[in-house]
């Protein structure tokens, strides 16, 4: 009797704890380079637009294989509640098309860039703050030069890589992605640092000389 509640205790406890580690979901860690190969990114972004029915494929002769491209847009992409960008430079229209998005689905959305670039022309700020997207950028003359993402307050996304046409398809790059709050938890207190730092009631637009 005891024999069997023991075998039985026991083949419980092994069900729990292989249920629990399926449940478990190993934590991401992934490195791209850049520049990305070739890709056709249409049908990822129109079904992330949630067009009605299957996307129709897209006629464009790019390659429908994965590439860096692609796989930086499927992380940004899983963000569910918030999304922070800290970012040098920001003229992609796939990513900001990938941005607008998640803007639309609900995710909270903030941006942190640099002044002198997000005037740029093809510059995505423009598009992102017509759409209620919050933007913030520096005042003074050194640069905003951070370049890094954080989805949902867990995935860090960052490395030398401008979020620029250029930068994409010309330049050799890194982007490192990872899930792990040894190392998320200083980049989202830096973000929350630069956010209050660069709040608009602390804009001197006018020299005070001169009120």
């Not at 520049?35 to 079904?47: F, G, I, K, N, V």
Request: glycine share 6%; aromatic share 8%; charged share 25%.
């Amino acid at each position: 009797m005891r024999a069997g509640l023991a075998l039985g205790l026991g083949i419980g406890l092994l069900l729990a704890w292989l249920l629990a580690a399926r449940r478990r979901r190993r934590a991401v860690r992934e490195v791209l380079f850049f520049p990305s190969r070739p890709c056709c990114t249409e049908e990822l972004l129109a079904e992330a637009e949630g067009r009605d029915g299957r996307p129709a494929p897209c006629p464009c002769p790019l390659p429908r294989s994965d590439c860096s491209l692609s796989r930086l847009l499927r992380r940004l992409l899983a963000a569910r509640r918030s999304l922070e960008l800290c970012l040098f430079a920001f003229s992609s229209p796939e990513l900001g098309r990938a941005v607008c998005v998640l803007h639309r689905r609900g995710v909270r959305v903030r941006v942190v860039t640099d002044s002198q670039y997000m005037a740029l022309r093809g510059s995505q700020i423009g598009v992102l703050r017509l759409l209620g997207i919050q933007v913030r950028h520096n005042q003074d003359v050194a640069f905003m030069h951070h370049k890094f993402a954080i989805v949902d307050k867990k995935l860090l996304i960052t490395g030398s890589l401008n979020w620029t046409m250029e930068a994409i398809h010309s330049n050799q790059e890194n982007v490192v992605i990872m899930e792990d709050t040894e190392y998320v938890q200083p980049f989202l207190d830096e973000f929350e640092r630069i956010w209050e730092e660069y709040n608009p009631s602390n804009y001197t637009f006018f020299s005070k000389e001169n009120d």
